[in-house]
């Protein structure tokens, strides 16, 4: 809070006048009267006063102490802090006194105040950068998922959007599930589409995982579920996700895509030992929490 003389005058700088009553409630006491007493303004210095200020400052006078060719690094003397001598040696022009020692001596080793110090020969050589700086940056990885849950226990990672199976591999899907002993009907909850941002990435892969995990567990958090596995369908997009390491701490089983096994009886007899491993995983999982 500021006092009010200073509101007033702020309220006055900004063209706002002043808040004055104008009328008197019935029976109300009448509004004390204060005088305000507005600062006095600060006498501007005169133009040689504030050269005189300026040759007297601390700086200055530790220049004066020691010159410039007894310090040990006045030939790496930086640009700003001779540049700081100069409005010095400008005041002292213009008053017309002599310059100081330090400037004369500063002004045989530099030729001028505002030329820089020729830099010497043996400098260091660079540092090289490091290697997340000199990394190019990647587009991001583009991919589509719906995330449905099965029993409240375990995701159902399906590609593309809500629509993304047609009713054929939608009706095979539900045998493959039965099948391996799990329920055949699921609840999707949510759809995601990666990137979120259109912005270069250093590691598109690895933050695609980690932008997958992160709503995944979001959407545990919301729906208040305890996800024990996870059954991954990927399209062509976002098949890299689940290639190799996968973006949960708990067992993540990849099925084959149901509309590839639409009418190919032999690649459906190929897809069952992962129907029927993911099946073993389930009901151990089951056993384990009852």
């Known amino acids: 809070m ?11 700088a900004m063209g706002i006048p002043a808040w004055v009553s104008r009328y008197r409630l019935i029976n109300a006491r009448p509004t004390a009267q204060s005088e305000w007493e507005v600062p006095a303004a600060a006498e501007k210095p005169a133009p040689g006063q504030r050269l005189h ?11 004066e102490r020691t010159p410039a060719a007894m310090r040990p690094d006045s030939a790496a003397e930086p640009a700003a802090q001779r540049a700081s001598r100069a ?13 100081a020692p330090a400037e004369t001596s500063a002004a045989v080793f530099d030729k001028s105040v505002d030329k820089p110090v020729d830099t010497p020969t043996d400098t260091p050589a660079e540092t090289p950068a490091p290697e997340a700086a000199t990394r190019e940056r990647a587009a991001p990885l583009r991919f589509s998922l719906t995330l449905a849950v099965l029993d409240q226990r375990w995701w159902l990672l399906l ?12 009706a095979l899907l539900k045998q ?3 099948a391996a ?6 609840r999707a909850l949510a759809s995601l589409d990666w990137p979120l941002m259109e ?17 995944c567990g979001g959407q545990a958090m919301r729906n208040g579920l305890s996800i024990e596995g996870a059954i991954v369908i990927p399209g062509a997009d976002a098949a890299a996700l689940f290639a190799g390491d996968t973006p949960f701490e708990f067992d993540c089983h990849r099925w084959p895509h149901p509309a590839s096994l639409l009418g190919d009886p032999a690649a459906k007899r190929a897809s069952w030992p992962q129907l029927h491993a993911t099946g073993e995983a389930w009901r151990r999982a089951a056993a384990g929490a009852a």
């Open 2 to 12: 500021i006092a009010d003389p200073q509101r007033l005058q702020y309220l006055e």
């Open 199 to 215: 912005t270069p990435v250093d590691d598109p892969l690895g933050e695609a995982r980690d932008g997958l995990a992160v709503f």
């Open 53 to 63: 200020a300026l040759l007297e400052t601390p700086a200055a006078q530790s220049t």
């Open 87 to 99: 409005p010095v040696a400008r005041a002292r022009a213009l008053l017309g006194e002599d310059p």
């Open 176 to 178: 493959m599930l039965v």
């Open 159 to 170: 590609p593309g959007g809500r629509e993304g199976l047609p009713a054929p591999a939608q």
């Open 181 to 186: 002993g799990l329920p055949g009907d699921w």
